[in-house]
Nanobody, 117 residues
Framework: QVQLVESGGGLVQAGGSLRLSCAAS????????MCWYRQAPGQQRELVATITTGDSTNYADSVKGRFTISRDNAKNTVYLQMNSLKSEDTAVYYC???????????WGQGTQVTVSS
């Protein structure tokens, strides 16, 4: 069983920065695509950023140029650097792991990010 533990959320003023971390247990991290999702109150969960096992990245249009996803396979950790934060970035941010060539997936428990305007 894989466990994902997010950290780094908090309250920040608009224009500020935060870095989220997600640490994975087990030994499948290196062979897994990793994603960050977010869910604002009353809204559906949306995909924010993806990083593949080959370090290819993809971003939602709303965060392009402001957010950066990265991974450290030695630490089994994926990061989301968030800059120039806006009030509309306020949400619970979730880490997601999907081992390659499987339909299995795992979610973290989420970390709250609140951006005050």
């Amino acid at each position: 069983q894989v466990q994902l533990v997010e950290s780094g959320g908090g309250l920040v003023q608009a224009g500020g920065s935060l870095r989220l971390s997600c640490a994975a247990s087990g030994n499948i991290f290196k062979s897994s695509a990793m994603c960050w999702y977010r869910q604002a109150p009353g809204q559906q969960r949306e995909l924010v950023a993806t990083i593949t096992t080959g370090d290819s990245t993809n971003y939602a249009d709303s965060v392009k140029g402001r957010f950066t996803i990265s991974r450290d396979n030695a630490k089994n950790t994926v990061y989301l650097q968030m800059n120039s934060l806006k009030s509309e970035d306020t949400a619970v941010y979730y880490c997601y792991l999907n081992p390659d060539i499987t339909t299995v997936y795992y979610w973290g428990q989420g970390t709250q990010v609140t951006v005050s305007s």
